[in-house]
């Protein structure tokens, strides 16, 4: 089947219009030996074939199905309820492109307007936009929305326990635009250094980016960097993990002006890294200077009840100097897909899958850390996530697990945090059981590389 629409006639008309006789007028500038260029592909299989090949493909590879995981760091294994991918996959939604334009469907537009109302009910903050590409790139956005509002300074402080990946993508963004970041270190107790941290906010500070829990998993005294932050009419910024904020205050009750995250926790497959989805939230006094757009909704001539663009600060809409950025991409199937799955789970469910995590990680630490030769790294309490010392390279315990046991280990922290090349960082999810958190332990002892 030919997937262009045209027919010859269509293509006549269109040659006539320009001036040439034939589609192969168009291209005489290109060299004979380009157009003799030839693709050689095999033959197709037929489908059956096809699927067959497909499937003894897939088998090799390993997933968190055929192999225990216990990884993390910004990406985490939740039970999804069968109603997301269900509701999700509606054609209506599938088939629909982010839509930008005013005229973009009512259906989509009704969506992105829950999934904002969603997001503000979750952080307890007062906007939000109707997502972003991920969480690193809403970090970085929310870098760029405190220095448009506070337009005379030019240095943005963030905590080195922030992801790394949000820290280099933060980075990228500010190249080249004489932007001053400076990066604040992390204690021996896994937690910002507050002291440090006040040290380095001044009046030239437009942000203060700290993330709670943090890489490590840690819970950082969100409160007392908020005050740092204002104590020098510096915005700040929480980075956030949604699922905590089941047990964790919200953002919006320890005085953030921005909250932003990663939202692949709320009802997205891990699948290779994405898409995810990145959320953006943020006081009143923030709102003119949110990247992307933000859904109103509003009454017609008749008084029926439908939904509008309401602000759009992209480069394509206004001056490019005006601009709050020049990306903001999201995909909403994506953040819909956020939204079905809050829905689904309702203030208590969310509490309850916090809770869930908050016990088997702590179980599965306390049982770690009794394995001889291992301990935990940090002391500050801890969320899903949490770093353990090795007796030997992180690596190699890794590589065991998978050989000897079927699981995927944990992060290696050596990785971003030489000072830290001896942990291994852990997630426990409410995935988990506790007999495969047992089994984690007893692998642990019994693999060749433990100290017994």
């Not at 380095?200 to 203060?208: C, G, L, P």
């Not at 205050?249 to 009802?267: H, N, R, T, W």
């Not at 789970?345 to 030769?373: C, D, F, M, Q, T």
């Amino acid at each position: 089947m030919d997937f262009v629409p045209h027919t010859e006639e269509d293509f006549e008309a269109m040659l006539g219009a320009i001036g040439v006789a034939s589609f192969e007028e168009l291209l005489v500038n290109i060299p004979d030996e380009l157009k003799r260029f030839e693709l050689r592909l095999p033959a197709g299989l037929p489908e059956q074939a096809l699927r067959r090949a497909l499937l003894a493909l897939a088998q090799d590879n390993a997933n968190v199905v055929t192999h225990v995981s216990y990884l993390g760091g910004g990406a985490y294994d939740h039970f999804i309820p069968t109603v997301v991918n269900a509701l999700a996959s509606c054609p209506g939604f599938v088939t629909a492109y982010t839509p930008y334009q005013a005229e973009a469907s009512q259906g989509n537009l009704q969506a992105m307007f829950e999934y904002q109302t969603a997001m503000c009910e979750l952080t307890g903050m007062a906007i939000s936009n109707s997502s972003l590409y991920d969480g690193a790139s809403a970090v970085a956005e929310a870098a760029i929305a405190a220095l448009n509002v506070k337009r005379h300074r030019s240095k943005v402080v963030v905590s080195r326990a922030v992801h790394p990946h949000s820290r280099t993508v933060l980075a990228a963004y500010m190249h080249g635009l004489g932007i001053e970041i400076v990066e604040v270190p992390a204690t021996a107790h896994g937690l910002t250094d507050m002291a440090a941290l006040e040290a380095a906010v001044d009046d030239k500070t437009a942000a203060v980016i700290v993330q709670s829990p943090n890489f490590f998993g840690c819970i950082e005294a969100m409160a007392d960097a908020g005050a740092v932050a204002h104590g020098k009419e510096a915005l700040f910024v929480a980075v956030v993990n949604p699922i905590s904020i089941g047990v964790l205050a919200p953002p919006g009750e320890y005085g953030a002006d921005i909250a932003v995250g990663e939202g692949q926790p709320l009802g997205v497959p891990l699948a290779y890294g994405g898409p995810y989805l990145g959320f953006f939230t943020c006081t009143d006094e923030v709102m003119r200077k949110v990247p992307g757009r933000l859904i109103g909704m509003t009454t017609d001539r008749h008084g029926r009840r439908g939904f509008v663009l309401t602000l759009q600060a992209r480069e394509q809409h206004i001056r490019r100097e005006k601009a709050t950025s020049n990306i903001c991409t999201n995909e909403a199937l994506v953040a819909l897909r956020a939204l079905i799955y809050l829905c689904a789970l309702g203030r208590e469910g969310i509490r309850e899958v916090g809770e869930l995590n908050l016990r088997y990680s702590h179980y599965a630490a306390e049982k770690i850390a009794a394995v001889p030769g291992y301990g935990l790294r940090f002391d500050a309490p801890f969320f899903n996530e949490f770093v353990v010392t090795c007796p030997v390279e992180p690596a190699e315990v890794n590589r065991q697990l998978w050989e000897n046991a079927n699981i995927l280990g944990g992060v290696e922290l050596g990785r971003w945090y030489p000072e830290f090349k001896d942990g291994l960082m852990l997630c426990v999810t409410e995935t988990k059981t506790r007999e495969q958190i047992d089994a984690l332990a007893s692998a642990l002892e019994s693999l060749p590389c433990s100290t017994r």
